[in-house]
Nanobody
Framework: VRLVESGGGLVQTGGSLRLSCAAS????????VGWFRQAPGKERGGVSC????????YYADFAEGRFTISTDMSERTVYLQMDNLRAEDTAVYYC???????????????????WGQGTQVTVSS
């Protein structure tokens, strides 16, 4: 499973960024795919995940109402639209995928099988 992230960068508080995770069509159809993040000195944790098979999404509490995950099969990409960004959203964001695990479990346990290389998101206050 190959996952390629893009879209990170520097943004001011209250701004927006859209992260992209490119994967194969097979991956997007059969795997749960999600976004995780790791800030300096903190553990990696789930942000938002989506499952095409389950037709379900999961959001961490801090992401609910500000972030939106979506899948574009024609582009073979999972997007994470992040709005109203805060300084505490600063982290390396990783795309990940796992097969055979409910999307809630995958996102809340942060132990997927496959990971992308990560993209830095920095929110300045």
């Amino acid at each position: 499973v190959r996952l390629v992230e893009s879209g990170g960068g520097l943004v001011q508080t209250g701004g927006s960024l859209r992260l992209s995770c490119a994967a194969s069509e097979v991956t997007l159809k059969l795997y749960a795919v999600g976004w995780f993040r790791q800030a300096p000195g903190k553990e990696r944790g789930g942000v938002s995940c989506v499952s095409h098979l389950e037709r379900r999404t999961y959001y961490a509490d801090f992401a609910e109402g500000r972030f939106t995950i979506s899948t574009d099969m024609s582009e073979r990409t999972v997007y994470l639209q992040m709005d109203n960004l805060r300084a505490e959203d600063t982290a390396v964001y990783y795309c990940a995928a796992e097969i055979g695990t409910p999307v809630d479990d995958m996102c809340s346990h942060a132990t997927p099988d496959a990971w992308g290389q990560g993209t830095q998101v920095t929110v300045s206050s």
